[in-house]
């Protein structure tokens, strides 16, 4: 069972001239809650969006920078920097996480929102 969506990430349009990510806050994973099925679902809410986001995740309480792990089959707008992306997209994963947190590389456009429900 779900709990109400969260909010990883709200209304970033700052731009990067590199392939250097930032990361946003971490929130907690179904890991935290020790929910036994791990399913989370997040929605990347993007309008004119160059670049490319994905999700991390942790299975430690206290994080350090190299606790975190990409989640696999959680990026969208990867490959051509010339696609331009205005869409609704959404995503599952499974994973006991305790943290997660949004990884973003921003060319041009607005992350609008990124929800995660797990």
């Known amino acids: 069972m779900s709990t109400e969506s969260r909010v990883l990430l709200n209304n970033v349009s700052l731009e990067a001239a590199d392939s250097t990510y930032t990361y946003g806050e971490k929130r907690k994973g179904a890991g935290y809650n020790r929910r036994s099925d791990g399913l989370h ?21 206290y994080p350090a920078d190299s606790d975190w792990v990409d989640v696999v089959g959680t990026e969208i707008g990867l490959g051509d920097d010339s696609t331009v992306w205005t869409t609704t997209n959404t995503r599952n994963f499974t994973g006991n996480f305790v943290w997660i947190r949004a990884a973003y590389n921003l060319h041009n456009g607005i992350i609008t929102a990124i929800r995660y429900n797990h």
């Open 41 to 61: 679902t997040v929605i990347y809410e993007v309008t004119d969006f160059i670049g490319s986001i994905k999700i991390q995740g942790t299975l430690e309480m």
